[in-house]
C-alpha cells in the first residue's frame, strides 16, 4: 500500500531531551515535507526536501533539524525539545511539483 | 505569499443533507488539494484538483482556476463526514502547501 509512515504517533518527552520522529515513504516521492498544526495557527511548514541531500527551511524552522540521505526516509529532530515545541507534526510527499501531497498519519508531540 | 480562504468556518448538517464549502485562493496558487481531518487528526487527501471538475463517491469539486476559487461538494452526508475540511494551495515551485483555516463540519443524526 502506497503510504507515508511516520514513527511514533504519540510522544510524551522532557525538555531538552533529544528526539526523532521518523517519516518514511514507499512512493518514490522526489519532494517530502514537514508540517506542525496548533490552535489558532493552522498548518505551518517546517522544513521541505525536492530530492537526497537537498533540504530548505520553511516558515517554522527554528529548533528543528531534518536530514535527506536517502529518498524514502526525512526524520525530523528535535535537537532540545521545548514546550512550545508541543504540537501535531505532520510529514508529506510529493511526486513532484505537479501533483499532490500525501500526508502520514501524524505525531502527537508533548514537551514538558 | 499566498492567500487562502474558507467558507464558511463552520457548519452543521443533519444527516443525509447535501453541503458545499468553498475555497478562494490569490493568484500564485498553481494547484489545489483538498483535505479532511478526521477526529482522530489523520489528514486525508481527497482531491487533487488544479482546474475542473473530480468525484469520488459522495464527494466531487469542481476548482475554476481563471475565477480563483474552488467547490468542495458533499451529498447525503453521513456522521463520519465530520471533521475538518482543508483546501491548500501549492505554490510554483511544489515544495510548499498553504492551508486555509478550514471548515468544520458537524453531521448529526
Known amino acids: 500500500e502506497a503510504q507515508v509512515t511516520q514513527n511514533p504517533r504519540y510522544l510524551i518527552t522532557v525538555t531538552g531531551k533529544k528526539l526523532t520522529v521518523t517519516c518514511s515513504q514507499n512512493?518514490?516521492?522526489?519532494?517530502m515535507s514537514w508540517y506542525r498544526q496548533d490552535p489558532g495557527l493552522g498548518l505551518r511548514q517546517i522544513y521541505y526536501?525536492?530530492?537526497?541531500?537537498?533540504?530548505d527551511k520553511g516558515d517554522v524552522p527554528e529548533g528543528y533539524k531534518v536530514s535527506r540521505k536517502e529518498k524514502r526516509n526525512f526524520p525530523l529532530i528535535l535537537e532540545s525539545p521545548s514546550p512550545n515545541q508541543t504540537s501535531l507534526y505532520f510529514c508529506?510527499?510529493?511526486?513532484?511539483?505537479?501533483?499532490?501531497?500525501?500526508f502520514g498519519s501524524g505525531t502527537r508531540l508533548t514537551v514538558v | 505569499g499566498i492567500q487562502v480562504e474558507q467558507s464558511p468556518p463552520d457548519l452543521i448538517l443533519q444527516e443525509g443533507a447535501n453541503s458545499t464549502l468553498r475555497c478562494n485562493f490569490s493568484?500564485?496558487?498553481?494547484?489545489l488539494q483538498w483535505f479532511h481531518q478526521n477526529p482522530w487528526g489523520q489528514l486525508i487527501n481527497l482531491f487533487y484538483?488544479?482546474?475542473g471538475t473530480k468525484q469520488n463517491g459522495r464527494l466531487s469539486a469542481t476548482t475554476v482556476a481563471t475565477e480563483r476559487y474552488s467547490l468542495l461538494y458533499i451529498s447525503s452526508s453521513q456522521t463520519t463526514d465530520s471533521g475538518v475540511y482543508f483546501c491548500?494551495?501549492?505554490?510554483?515551485?511544489?515544495?510548499?502547501?498553504?492551508f486555509g483555516t478550514g471548515t468544520q463540519l458537524k453531521v448529526e443524526l
Open positions: 508529506a510527499s510529493s511526486l513532484s511539483a505537479y501533483y499532490g501531497y500525501t
Open positions: 512512493m518514490n516521492h522526489e519532494y
Open positions: 526536501s525536492m530530492n537526497v541531500e537537498v533540504t
Open positions: 493568484d500564485s496558487v498553481n494547484n
Open positions: 484538483i488544479p482546474s
Open positions: 491548500a494551495g501549492l505554490e510554483g515551485g511544489g515544495n510548499k502547501l498553504t
